[in-house]
T-cell receptor, first 112, second 113 residues
Framework: SQQGEEDPQALSIQEGENATMNCSYK?????LQWYRQNSGRGLVHLIL?????REKHSGRLRVTLDTSKKSSSLLITASRAADTASYFC????????????FGKGTKLTVNP | DSGVTQTPKHLITATGQRVTLRCSPR?????VYWYQQSLDQGLQFLIQ???????AKGNILERFSAQQFPDLHSELNLSSLELGDSALYFC????????????FGEGSRLTVL
């Protein structure tokens, strides 16, 4: 079963707008990661946030983590057509597990 | 280019057959992960190896097996193939097990007819 669930499943916006994707997970985590996948290609790591962190930035990306609500969000600011891809959250379960479990992803379309 | 190499890129075979997917991790990475991606199931964790030892197991069918060799490359063996095994199979590697980012290969697309 999936540990993380992204919301929405699909998102369509105009270039220049911000895109927000959410991820909820079920059990306590060590860290949470976001990945990007262009259609049919391998996943690319975007950002990692540890369970004791609340917010992290990387370029146009901003990730937040709320462990009390077991949720995370990924914000892409000033989106570009090249940001069109699927975005996945992945959580590393607490307790020494080495299993990185992915959600089903949010498919983002940025229209030029 | 992630540095992770997967072969073959595409594979078409018939039900009941057996195939082997191969993965070469990034230079220096000791940990290898296998994932299956299908349209209806998302990205499913199959199995993870660290320096030749199995470290974590996911929803891997008994018809599937994997191993990591002394040179750190890994192979995923799929046998008695069924139509439902058609999917993209990804290999990923990381320097350490379980804490950092994964580097994904481009995947092996398996079609079972």
């Amino acid at each position: 079963s999936q540990q993380g669930e992204e919301d929405p499943q699909a998102l369509s916006i105009q270039e220049g707008e911000n895109a927000t994707m959410n991820c909820s997970y079920k059990t306590s985590i060590n860290n949470l990661q976001w990945y990007r996948q262009n259609s049919g290609r391998g996943l690319v790591h975007l950002i990692l946030i540890r369970s004791n962190e609340r917010e992290k930035h990387s370029g146009r990306l901003r990730v937040t983590l709320d462990t009390s609500k077991k949720s995370s969000s990924l914000l892409i600011t000033a989106s570009r057509a090249a940001d069109t891809a699927s975005y996945f959250c992945a959580s590393l379960l607490e307790g020494g597990s080495e299993k990185l479990v992915f959600g089903k992803g949010t498919k983002l379309t940025v229209n030029p | 280019d992630s540095g992770v190499t997967q072969t073959p890129k595409h594979l078409i075979t018939a039900t009941g057959q057996r195939v082997t997917l191969r993965c070469s991790p990034r230079s220096g990475d000791l940990s290898v992960y296998w994932y299956q991606q299908s349209l209806d199931q998302g990205l499913q964790f199959l199995i993870q190896y660290y320096n030749g030892e199995e470290r974590a197991k996911g929803n891997i069918l008994e018809r599937f097996s994997a191993q990591q060799f002394p040179d750190l490359h890994s192979e995923l063996n799929l046998s008695s193939l069924e139509l439902g095994d058609s999917a993209l199979y990804f290999c990923a590697s990381s320097v350490v097990a379980g804490f950092g980012e994964l580097f994904f290969g481009e995947g092996s697309r398996l079609t079972v007819l």
